[in-house]
């Protein structure tokens, strides 16, 4: 397949659509990796109970 000179690749961009292939491309050298962080209250948190005693005290 030829390049039809879209542009579309030299946007920068880690997904594009490639008209000459006709089909979504990843450039997987541009793609982070991002670590999910924990957020919330648990119990092994110190202060759980206090949080979950007022959270069931505006409910009510």
Same mark, same amino acid.
């Given at each position: 397949? &030829? $390049?039809?000179? $879209?542009?579309? $690749? %030299?946007? !920068? =961009?880690? @997904?594009?659509? $490639?008209?000459?292939?006709?089909?979504?491309?990843?450039? @997987?050298?541009?793609?982070?990796?991002? =670590?999910? @962080?924990? !957020? !919330?209250? %648990? %119990?092994?948190?110190?202060?759980?109970?206090?949080?979950?005693? %007022?959270?069931?005290?505006?409910? &009510?």
């Amino acid at each position: 397949m &030829e $390049c039809i000179k $879209c542009q579309n $690749c %030299k946007m !920068g =961009q880690a @997904t594009y659509f $490639c008209a000459a292939k006709n089909d979504f491309v990843i450039d @997987t050298s541009k793609l982070e990796v991002v =670590q999910k @962080t924990r !957020g !919330g209250w %648990k %119990k092994g948190d110190p202060n759980y109970e206090l949080h979950r005693r %007022k959270v069931r005290k505006e409910i &009510e």
